[in-house]
């Protein structure tokens, strides 16, 4: 969230709530409603992690929280798998729809805005990547003073 104090322009930040709570009454193994973008392949033993050390610890929450991720949809308006996010959303240029709030405070004259993402919509793809450069051998020291190496023939 972002306000407006000393005359700062008036902005807004964006954001998610991965992890919900569970309440009192809901069953800790209740599975989302087959509508909800959070289908089975949007669980916590299927979760895509950048390292699989910690996954022990992201099942800790399976009993305590409910997965909440961002439904993104591709060109055609599918649903992407969270194991293709990174890939498709990288550099594109994308559509987020979201809920903004505004507070007013009116003791201090003070405007509050803050969102919450609902979906990401896929408007256009990253841009191809380039042809792999091939790697070569840097020298880690250059000397300027030495003219460019010479060969030698050997007779």
């Not at 309440?23 to 509508?35: A, C, K, Y």
């Not at 929280?65 to 055609?76: G, N, R, S, T, V």
């Amino acid at each position: 969230m972002y306000s407006t104090i000393n005359q700062i322009p008036t902005r807004f930040k964006l954001h998610h709530q991965l992890f919900k709570p569970l309440q009192g009454d809901e069953d800790h193994g209740s599975v989302p409603t087959p509508d909800s973008p959070c289908e089975d392949a949007f669980t916590f033993e299927q979760w895509p992690l950048t390292c699989e050390r910690n996954r022990a610890e992201l099942l800790t929450l399976k009993s305590t929280h409910h997965l909440l991720p961002i439904p993104a949809y591709d060109l055609e308006g599918n649903l992407l798998k969270l194991s293709t996010y990174w890939r498709y959303l990288q550099g594109a240029l994308i559509e987020i729809h979201f809920t903004l709030s505004h507070w007013g405070i009116a003791g201090v004259k003070q405007d509050v805005h803050g969102g919450e993402i609902e979906l990401i919509r896929l408007l256009e793809p990253p841009p191809a990547s380039s042809a792999p450069v091939q790697k070569r051998k840097l020298p880690l020291h250059l000397d300027t003073d030495d003219g460019p190496a010479k060969k030698r023939a050997v007779a």
